[in-house]
């Protein structure tokens, strides 16, 4: 049996990142369907995360989005951030929304752009000095809408030069979590589609690539946490943008669509002993609430990736390694289902008021008065989105 | 062997539909490239689509798409087409982007919203009297991205609610045709998402109701010219919207993902005689040009069509049949196989100078200055796209 | 809140039927893994089948599928059932197997095939007279493994004549359950893809014509509670055969891949009010334990199945439809998840307790000795298998 | 333009190697369909292979697969499929059919068929020493069907060790050509599923280890091309197992399904300047010809690689690379097109009348006799299949 102060204090020691973005406006091509109390600024956008640690507990930074989140001055935003309670953590580049980027960034055809492209990720690891940010998370949209448009073998080579000057520049303890994506937005070959691609590359960049897994962006059927036990075998996993999927990158709240699938994946975390920080993954999430109310989705997703993480610690490892060891297949099975079928929900409202908090997080925020207060006060201006 | 004269006069007589929107701004959640020259007003779209049918002769209709081209008189749009060389074809309807429809249009839990859909498609019939158009097409966005979010079967009721509305104010020549999709904009379930609900919801609605296949909105895996064979059969196959995907609901140029397909499903066409404007089909297109020049990216479509439909007339039905007859795999295979090697561009060339055009509508499109014409001219204003 | 008596007696009532091929052996194109102590002969598989009746209590029915099950009097048989507890269920029809119908059954070019393999559904239904079953299942394995093969539209027509022919065999009280599958055997074209087909053909055929959903025959992607609650609305669903899969048809445990799926389609079937056996689905199992012992295997199923069950009837559905009504996306997702987060396990034992069982049917079936006996005792002879 | 004698001289130089089992039965889970004539012994398969290259000219190895190919003397075959004009190509390893193997071979929780297993891949080096082979290809069946089933991670550990092992074991001028796979027989886990877990274990290993591409084993939607381009740009690209798919693992013939598929593959190995046998690729068949004879089967299936990779010569790749440059999608893919459009067999009937063949091998097979002699003889005995 799993030690039950030991999974209290991992669950309490357990950290998320929430993404500033997801506080803001998104939807699909057909319809962005804008919500009242959507934060329009940077600060707006940490407080919101504030919130979302107040009442969890476990979610005490907030990644950064440039140029969605851009402001003069990175340190007070820093200075803000902690005042609220809470730092900045991964700095996201987007080299995919101005109208150079149609055909690529650091990719593209023309030198120009790439050029262009390759400046902003040095800018990013600027922005990081500032706000003491660990992870330079790159996500490149560069790809191909069809067949010949331009020369797969080619965009690598871009691609690595890119990289390779993005990683000269990061400092010592600063680092580089390369995202991939199957496709979206483009549609016939995706530059970094893979976690092979992205995994190649960061072995030649150096120690300090480390590959991030969206959970969302994997051809269907593909067994993600395969890939997790792998790249930690490998000492390659640097990060996750949780969020979940029936679909495609459907960026629905982390555990929504699979919540199976999610304990599977923070199984195999937390058998190689990479949930305490120290080990130094970034769980963030990664998500879009097109037709929900933003702050209390997130408090869910949150709460959703505690449940799975919580499920998984109560795995029986022992019990799980003999009959493993036995090959026996049905009770193999049948301890991680043990621990899958538990409901977690008292646990976990103990390990909140052990920590002061309320048990009920949604409940909590609910009553807070936040949600009336920001849609009172968030009123004119320009509300944050993706700009698309 | 085909009949050479038979193809030829099969080619001539074929009609594709263009759609307004597609001369349009498109593009992804991530961003929307504008391009240079694009319609400003319905009346350009029409320009740009008499454009198409100058230089390909077998595209002579346009679809509109309400309200993004709505005006206020359409007995004046369909003269302005006319007198362009074209007519207004097929009306599609837009229950998805207003802020009412965030959960739903005609599925909507609140009958309000629900009334006001159903208003809309009601409205989209008269326009219909007014434009002389037979089909009132229907996509219905609708669907939930989170389980629980909605009752599943009760919004089937609501469906059929208000196709029965629309159903019935149909005039004698007008009908319904009905698309289906996975997915996309909703994440978890789609109340039309697959041509089984939509044949089901046709039959019960009577014999003017189809079905309209989206190529490009099926499962992966799916055989389409299954679907295609087995709607001919039932007498329930009304429209095509042509376009092309890797992964999703890309909106490629038809043919260009995957051109054995599109010959796949021509072939089912022509093997039931279903070719001919005269048996009803309205063979759209229905495309995101969201990188590519757009006039040249619907003449290369609607030529990856006429090259897919002259493969399969040159099929030799008699040696087909005759080795299916007989159980012989790989010479059936080969007579298909035979067609779609053949090399049909010198045939359509053919085709294209018998009919009085330029044999390459692409080159004579370059030539022509329509291109530099409408970049110079259409400067200001608003460009026309999604509206998203 | 659900009423707790009415749940647990919901779940006393709940039948689930097992399928006689699941005790044999079973594997892929690679290998077929024998175990010690499969059945040899019907009559074991049927002593199987009536020990997972023993143990779980509501397993009292067994498939058979002929001519795996074929004996000289299947009225002996079905007193050799009855003697062991259970009764004899579905009879499953078998055309995929001779050399004949190598390129296919009632499909097949060749008419003299088409014509023994519906001699074979016939027969089926004689068969069916004698041991009082109900439901002739129908699977056809009949499609094409090549573009062109055969006719698509044909083989419909063919289809149609067959079907024709078994549904007018069929007595007063006996119906069909036509069963669909997205592939495999056929690797390109499958005759009856999906449950469009399977459902148009069975609204032609009439009442005693109703669709069976093999969880494990759709697309990737495909919303399964979606299909069962439009089926259920068209009054259509006849039969689950429940399995679970990660990629294909795998046929694993059902509920052992996507635990959440499983409770979504019982959630369907429960808000139906389509649970209780006197509505007339018939909710099989079929599986394939290639490499886990066979009896637990089945019972470990038949547990996930009531154990999603459970859950299913623990939603509370006045809070449900409440929020569903309201549009609160986060609470009516929330009402759902609150069950099947619900750790059912301890009711379910409470059920079986009531019933007179072993609240734990693993450890008891482990405890009875069953297993070593039936190891000891079926030496010699010819394991039942597919016989492929 | 390319340069149509250098086209001709690649494709008279172009050499595709044939599996020995695809001469033998093979079939599904369901049925296996035995077919007349079909070989018996290592040595009728070689003369199958040999009949294949007599028609076709560039297919002039076998590959062997023990044990289904195991004899007492190895240089004795070796001399036998010298006279009959091929050599003895790649060994392929068999590791899934032993009862020992059920759960897992070089990965199984027991050491001892770890052990059992390792050792079969040093015999198979072994026998690579008397055969003159260089390629060890490792296909390793390995994984899980159930989440807890085995330890993801440790199994990757036991796989480095065979793998070490296998790789310690090669002389210089072998090597190992390490597949991967999605799924199949595993329906879980595999242990080795995607290119990135072969590259991995491959850079791992040394030099004398590449990734061998089955195209039939990826993931729905996977750009396959891009992989090709990929790992050639990383020098790890050893071998294909072409085949072609619609669905799973079909193992039709290659080029049936998706030949605009299989010509985007030849194009980037024709762009690395990969096609020539001094590059090092080999470029096998490995198929199944459940329900076509086989023999015409594989020289359709030579042919159809041949036709893809002549019309990837065909690329106009000056054209090609000034499109790209210039950032001209549509003209860009315009230019791969002409050469996919391009109806290529009239130039691969010269280049056969020029190396002395007939210009039409399937024709010339039927002509001579072959198949009606191999009927005839091959009577009694036990016909070659998989043994599953």
């Not at 960034?105 to 400046?119: G, I, L, Q, W």
Request: aromatic content about 10%; overall charge negative.
């Amino acid at each position: 049996m799993a030690d039950l102060n030991a999974v209290k204090q991992a669950l309490r020691e357990q950290r998320i990142e929430t993404p500033s973005w997801a506080f803001g406006n998104s939807g699909t091509r057909f319809k962005v369907f804008a919500q009242a109390g959507v934060p329009r600024t940077p600060e707006e956008k940490i407080a919101d995360a504030a919130t979302v640690h107040r009442f969890t507990g476990v979610a005490p930074s907030v990644a950064l989005h440039i140029p969605w989140d851009k402001v003069a001055d990175y340190a007070k935003l820093s200075a803000f951030a902690a005042d609220s309670g809470i730092r900045l953590g991964a700095i996201n580049t987007n080299v995919f929304q101005d109208d150079d980027y149609k055909l690529g960034s650091v990719t593209n055809p023309d030198p120009a752009v790439r050029r262009k492209a390759t400046d902003h990720l040095l800018e990013a690891v600027d922005i990081m000095d500032q706000t003491g940010s660990r992870d330079l998370k790159l996500w490149f949209s560069d790809g191909l809408n069809y067949p010949g448009q331009d020369d797969l073998r080619t965009r690598q080579d871009r691609l690595a030069a890119a990289l390779r000057e993005a990683y000269d520049r990061l400092g010592d303890d600063q680092r580089i979590v390369l995202e991939y994506k199957l496709f979206e937005p483009a549609f016939y070959a995706t530059d970094v589609p893979d976690w092979g691609t992205s995994y190649a590359h960061c072995v030649e960049l150096g120690p300090k690539a480390t590959v991030c897994i969206d959970t969302g962006h994997h051809a269907p059927g593909t067994n993600i946490e395969f890939i997790v036990a792998f790249l930690l075998r490998q000492g390659k996993l640097g990060a996750f943008d949780f969020n979940s999927r029936f679909y495609a990158d459907d960026d629905l709240m982390a555990g929504a669509a699979d919540p199976f699938q999610l304990f599977r994946i923070m199984y195999e975390i937390v058998r190689a002993d990479a949930l305490n920080p120290a080990y130094g993954i970034n769980f963030m999430l990664d998500q879009c609430h097109n037709i929900e109310a933003k702050i209390p989705a997130i408090i869910r997703s949150v709460m959703n990736v505690q449940e799975a993480t919580a499920k998984a610690l109560l795995v029986d490892r022992d019990a799980l390694f003999a009959a493993q060891a036995a090959g026996d297949v049905l009770e193999a099975n049948s301890v991680l289902m043990d621990a899958y079928n538990t409901d977690v929900r008292p646990l976990l409202r103990e390990v909140r008021e052990d920590a002061g908090l309320d048990p009920d997080p949604i409940a909590a925020y609910k009553r807070s008065g936040y949600q009336e207060k920001i849609v009172a006060d968030r009123v004119g201006g320009q509300q944050a989105g993706w700009g698309a």
